[in-house]
């Protein structure tokens, strides 16, 4: 038997999708209708608005988290539901769809129920819909509960913002917005450790039944604490109920090729196929609707101020790099290493580095401008990627300890900085409405990025398998040497043929530097992208009313 056929009749092990890292999402600011005032650069935020804004913030981290809590438990949640290994991944695909077309409709909904009813409404339904997934007995039940928990999710974050922009200003802002930035990024990087640790500690149906407690606390401290703007019922003779539709249909098609696209070589497959086209179609009657309508369902308008249009951007960047990786430095501990949910969870410790430095952020934010503040967070976190981009099959904790720190770093200076300079110049009565379309532009990113990912990760990975395999040439004194050797070990431990366990092993081991390479390469790719991104800094004007003393 010759080597090089024999190897290339090993096959490669097919990238499943992206395991949807927390399309986690954005926040979202203040009523058009019937607004409180903005709080003075001299009025202190009171005992009441902190606990409001913490026990929205407690609700943000059961929103964010429980996007990627069930990543590490599909095995047992498939097992418990008797679903296939394609059927489970709507588990995650239903939370997604559901929630990106929430996202945007948060604004127009804010405005008509305010602030503090959506909230807690959502709230309450994310509450009942964990209780929901824990009771499934099917796929079909837990991928309904899913979709009506992932819609509910949608709203809790965006509405964060009109209590934090509304009542929160100089010093005390910035000190929010680090306590923010660190439960957005510690909720994301923790989802699949607690997913794993409740799993394994009791069973998967504590993966949503740990929301509940939270959920009715929240709940009832929102409604008891917040109050920063009044119910405009008037909105509903013009509710744009074409306008919803086309949108659900838009945001739902593409949002489900881009989560199920990698895994069945997207338009070779004609599901694929029909959903993007679907999706392409509704786009383009969506954005005719919203821009003649006299009252649209989602004001693209915001986009006219240069600011909030580059903090867009950026916070698309942010998806792209921050989901990117979540995804990528677990699923090569896992697959690379072997390492089991709690031990990923224990190497990766991006959130230590914002913990460290999250004393000295509010005085960092203060005499900063938000434009070097942003290049700071883009170069710092390029560098992370390009430090990280030296994985070998050894690669563990030590190895990947002061890359994760400086990515942790990077992220408090990104998030800080993008948020206020998208948010920090549009008036009291726009915030609400562009804080929904701020945090649909990171969850596209997310969205976009994992699956190019994918996609990228497929192509390199066989380009590196073909380009090693063409070096193990049998003629090799040292391809010899390593086959009669492992022949030799095999001789009298495998039963059969020990040559062939020989090449066999010799495939795996190829197979596993073909995967290192492609993990280096897509990090190398991100680290370009972000390096990128500098080059439009230069149009950002600096909001200045966030620092007032």
Not at 128 to 135: F, M
Not at 168 to 177: A, Q, S
Not at 281 to 295: E, I, N, Q, T
Not at 405 to 413: A, C, K, S
Request: with cysteine; aromatic share 10%; proline share 6%.
């Amino acid at each position: 038997m010759t080597l090089v056929p024999a190897l290339r009749r090993v096959r490669l092990a097919r990238r499943r999708p992206v395991a949807r890292a927390p399309t986690i999402r954005a926040p979202q600011p203040p009523p058009a209708s019937l607004p409180v005032p903005a709080a003075g650069p001299d009025e202190k935020p009171r005992l009441r608005d902190w606990i409001g804004v913490l026990a929205m913030c407690t609700g943000l981290v059961m929103a964010i988290m429980d996007v990627q809590i069930v990543t590490s438990s599909l095995t047992q949640i498939q097992g418990g539901l008797s679903a296939s290994a394609d059927e489970i991944a709507w588990v995650q695909t239903a939370y997604l769809i559901a929630d990106v077309v929430m996202v945007p409709l948060s604004g127009m909904m804010s405005r008509l129920l305010s602030t503090r009813i959506l909230f807690v409404v959502a709230a309450l339904g994310f509450t009942g819909a964990s209780a929901l997934c824990a009771t499934a007995t099917s796929l079909g039940q837990m991928i309904l509960y899913r979709a009506m928990q992932g819609f509910c999710g949608g709203a809790i974050t965006p509405t964060v913002w009109p209590v934090v922009y509304g009542k929160f200003r100089g010093p005390p802002l910035v000190r929010l917005m680090v306590i923010i930035s660190m439960i957005f990024n510690l909720s994301g990087t923790m989802g699949p450790t607690v997913g794993g640790f409740l799993t394994d500690t009791f069973s998967w149906h504590w993966l949503f039944l740990v929301n509940v407690v939270p959920g009715l606390l929240v709940a009832t401290v929102v409604w008891v604490t917040v109050d920063v703007d009044k119910p405009d019922f008037s909105l509903l003779r013009g509710f744009d109920v074409t306008g919803l539709f086309l949108m659900a249909i838009f945001l739902g098609c593409l949002q489900y090729a881009l989560e199920e696209g990698p895994r069945w070589d997207w338009l070779d497959d004609k599901t694929i196929r029909a959903a993007v086209i679907i999706s392409a179609v509704a786009g383009s009657l969506f954005f005719w609707r919203v821009l003649s309508y006299r009252h649209p369902i989602v004001d693209l308008r915001a986009f006219r101020n240069r600011n909030f249009a580059l903090g867009s951007f950026y916070t698309f960047m942010m998806g792209i790099g921050m989901y990117g990786t979540t995804y990528l430095v677990p699923l090569f501990l896992a697959q690379l290493r072997g390492f089991s949910a709690l031990q990923i969870g224990e190497t990766v410790v991006v959130g230590l580095a914002q913990l460290v430095i999250s004393p000295f952020a509010p005085r960092i934010a203060r005499r900063l401008d938000l434009r070097v503040m942003l290049a700071i967070g883009i170069t710092v976190f390029a560098v992370s990627m390009y430090l990280t981009a030296v994985l070998t099959n050894q690669t563990g904790f030590w190895e990947l300890f002061v890359p994760q720190w400086v990515r942790g770093m990077g992220l408090m200076f990104f998030y800080m900085s993008a948020n206020m300079i998208a948010l920090g110049t549009l008036p009291q009565d726009k915030m609400k409405n562009a804080a929904g379309l701020y945090n649909l532009m990171r969850d596209l990113g997310g969205a976009i990025g994992l699956a190019s990912i994918g996609t990228i990760m497929n192509a390199r990975l066989h380009f590196h398998w073909n380009r090693l395999i063409e070096d193990i040439n049998p003629a090799r004194a040292g391809v010899q040497q390593f086959l009669e050797a492992q022949t030799s070990r095999f001789d009298s431990l495998v039963p059969g043929d020990p040559h062939r366990a020989a090449i066999k092993l010799l495939a795996n081991l190829t197979q596993r530097e073909a995967l290192v390479l492609t993990y280096n390469d897509l990090l190398l790719l991100l680290a370009a992208l972000f390096v990128f991104g500098l080059i439009l800094l230069p149009l950002v004007r600096r909001p200045r009313s966030f620092f007032a003393h």
